[in-house]
């Protein structure tokens, strides 16, 4: 369990949620958000209900008023207003979508001078939501192109052994391997069980941000050598101030760098460093050749992105996938993070040359090219990578797929789903 926790949390640091409430604490008073409905699943052109109650200590408190505005997802409101929990509840018709999607309700309340705030948000055919993003004619070729490019290059794999780290079943160490011909290197924690014998192996890929990494012992505990994998060319054990101010400083906004182009984009080196991860496993003497990968937002996102690039992949789980279907917003909807097109009429990135570098790096355009088992964990509730945005891979994935799913999770799972997500992936590799 305490292993869960702790990559429940991971999935928290890999990109900001908007708002307190995927916090550990749970507030005073609570806003209760419902579909009238009695599902979280609407059809296009049904009126979309959803009943209001504020409470505390359990029990609805009567004559509240309280401000709200709904719509289609991250995009301007379709309906605002206010309205008052008269009999300790009210109903808000909210009007009817007439495309598939996800509709959102946000809710803003001030009790005895403190303000909350709630959302949900429910889906409206969300099977067939369909992606915006475009594949270029060229994507597939491309791709190519930088693997054959990486495949002429030696990995000159260093591997440092970190005692503190190892337990009694498992060798601990940090390694890394070059990822660019100007000598840049790769760093992550590689976990090799110490028994004889050959094992299957777990690739983690990280979500957004700057930081270290501990590895995955409790994992290779249980027979799989793991590595976790960084991405900005930087050692993963360093002292957290260091990360800090990487973060604040040169490493600020990262996924904006070299958006112009397509060969320079800062997630050019980031996907191919991550598959050539899979590379070095390769050369390991106990793995036994069957490989899978996982991560959660911007890790999910890579999961998707390897195991389509990488034939050698047996198993993928993507949680909360992002960097899916950029261009959303470019056509009245949500976008994936990092929501680079936002309100593209004021939008600086909203450039030809920058919309071209974003379909190369869309999710989507990978999950169309899968081909092994891979597993989803979505959120209807989701800000950060909102579901119109990780739906929209889903749909695009003929692959074999399962999908867990919650209604009212943000950018956030609970521990026992991180434990579905790991057990799914150890059952696949065996």
Same mark, same amino acid.
């Given at each position: 369990?305490?292993?869960?926790?702790?990559?429940?949390?991971?999935?928290?640091?890999?990109?900001?949620?908007?708002?307190? =409430?995927?916090? *550990?604490?749970?507030?005073?008073?609570?806003?209760?958000?419902?579909?009238?409905?009695?599902? &979280?699943? @609407?059809?296009?052109?049904?009126?979309?209900?959803?009943?209001?109650?504020?409470?505390?200590?359990?029990?609805?408190?009567?004559?509240?008023?309280?401000? @709200?505005?709904?719509?289609?997802?991250?995009?301007?409101?379709?309906?605002?207003?206010?309205?008052?929990?008269?009999?300790?509840? +009210?109903? %808000?018709? %909210?009007?009817?979508?007439?495309?598939?999607? !996800?509709?959102?309700?946000?809710?803003?309340?001030?009790?005895?001078?403190?303000?909350?705030? =709630?959302?949900?948000? +429910?889906?409206?055919?969300?099977?067939?939501?369909?992606?915006?993003?475009?594949?270029?004619?060229?994507?597939?070729?491309?791709?190519?192109?930088?693997?054959?490019?990486?495949?002429?290059?030696?990995?000159?794999?260093?591997?440092?052994?970190?005692?503190?780290?190892?337990?009694?079943?498992?060798?601990?160490?940090?390694?890394?391997?070059?990822?660019?011909?100007?000598?840049?290197?790769?760093?992550?924690?590689?976990?090799?069980?110490?028994?004889?014998?050959?094992?299957?192996?777990?690739?983690?890929?990280?979500? *957004?941000?700057?930081?270290?990494?501990?590895?995955?012992?409790w994992q290779a505990d249980k027979g799989f050598i793991t590595l976790d994998v960084g991405i900005h060319g930087i050692?993963?054990?360093?002292?957290?101030?260091?990360?800090?101010? %990487?973060? *604040?400083?040169?490493?600020?906004?990262?996924?904006?760098?070299?958006?112009?182009?397509?060969?320079?984009?800062?997630?050019?080196?980031?996907?191919?460093?991550?598959?050539?991860?899979?590379?070095?496993? !390769?050369?390991?003497?106990?793995?036994?050749?069957?490989?899978?990968?996982?991560?959660?937002?911007?890790?999910?996102?890579?999961?998707?992105?390897?195991?389509?690039?990488?034939?050698? +992949?047996?198993c993928a789980a993507a949680a909360l996938p992002a960097m899916s279907d950029m261009t959303g917003y470019l056509h009245?909807? *949500?976008?994936? &993070?990092?929501?680079?097109?936002?309100?593209?009429?004021?939008?600086?990135?909203?450039?030809?040359?920058?919309?071209?570098?974003?379909?190369?790096?869309?999710?989507?355009? !990978?999950?169309? %090219?899968?081909?092994?088992?891979?597993?989803?964990?979505?959120?209807?509730?989701?800000?950060?990578?909102?579901?119109?945005?990780?739906?929209?891979?889903?749909? $695009?994935? $003929?692959?074999?797929?399962?999908? =867990?799913?919650?209604?009212?999770?943000?950018?956030?799972?609970?521990?026992?789903? $991180?434990?579905?997500?790991?057990?799914?992936?150890?059952?696949?590799?065996?």
């Amino acid at each position: 369990m305490k292993k869960s926790i702790v990559f429940a949390l991971l999935a928290l640091l890999g990109c900001t949620q908007l708002s307190a =409430q995927g916090s *550990a604490q749970t507030p005073m008073v609570k806003v209760r958000i419902t579909p009238t409905n009695g599902s &979280w699943d @609407y059809r296009v052109g049904e009126r979309i209900k959803m009943a209001v109650s504020v409470e505390l200590n359990e029990l609805p408190l009567r004559d509240v008023a309280f401000t @709200y505005e709904a719509g289609p997802e991250l995009v301007e409101p379709t309906v605002t207003g206010q309205a008052t929990t008269k009999d300790g509840s +009210v109903t %808000l018709d %909210l009007g009817r979508m007439d495309k598939p999607g !996800f509709f959102n309700l946000d809710v803003r309340v001030r009790v005895n001078g403190v303000d909350y705030r =709630q959302w949900k948000t +429910v889906a409206v055919d969300k099977e067939r939501i369909e992606p915006t993003v475009t594949m270029p004619a060229d994507f597939q070729s491309y791709w190519q192109s930088q693997l054959d490019a990486d495949a002429a290059m030696p990995l000159r794999p260093r591997m440092e052994l970190l005692p503190e780290r190892c337990t009694d079943r498992t060798d601990v160490y940090e390694v890394s391997y070059l990822y660019t011909p100007q000598g840049g290197r790769f760093y992550g924690i590689l976990c090799v069980p110490k028994a004889e014998g050959k094992y299957p192996a777990v690739l983690r890929v990280p979500g *957004a941000g700057v930081r270290s990494y501990q590895g995955s012992a409790w994992q290779a505990d249980k027979g799989f050598i793991t590595l976790d994998v960084g991405i900005h060319g930087i050692p993963v054990t360093l002292e957290p101030v260091v990360y800090e101010r %990487l973060f *604040a400083g040169i490493l600020n906004r990262y996924y904006t760098m070299n958006l112009e182009s397509r060969d320079d984009y800062y997630y050019n080196r980031v996907i191919r460093g991550c598959k050539r991860a899979v590379d070095l496993i !390769f050369t390991l003497d106990k793995f036994n050749g069957r490989i899978g990968v996982q991560g959660s937002s911007q890790g999910g996102a890579l999961t998707v992105m390897v195991a389509a690039l990488d034939p050698r +992949v047996c198993c993928a789980a993507a949680a909360l996938p992002a960097m899916s279907d950029m261009t959303g917003y470019l056509h009245g909807r *949500a976008g994936g &993070w990092p929501q680079i097109l936002k309100n593209p009429a004021e939008c600086i990135y909203n450039r030809k040359e920058i919309v071209n570098t974003l379909l190369y790096y869309d999710t989507v355009n !990978f999950a169309r %090219l899968l081909k092994i088992p891979i597993y989803y964990m979505l959120s209807y509730n989701d800000k950060v990578c909102p579901p119109t945005s990780t739906f929209s891979v889903y749909n $695009a994935t $003929a692959a074999p797929k399962r999908m =867990q799913l919650t209604h009212e999770t943000g950018h956030w799972y609970y521990p026992e789903q $991180a434990g579905q997500m790991d057990t799914y992936i150890e059952k696949a590799l065996q």
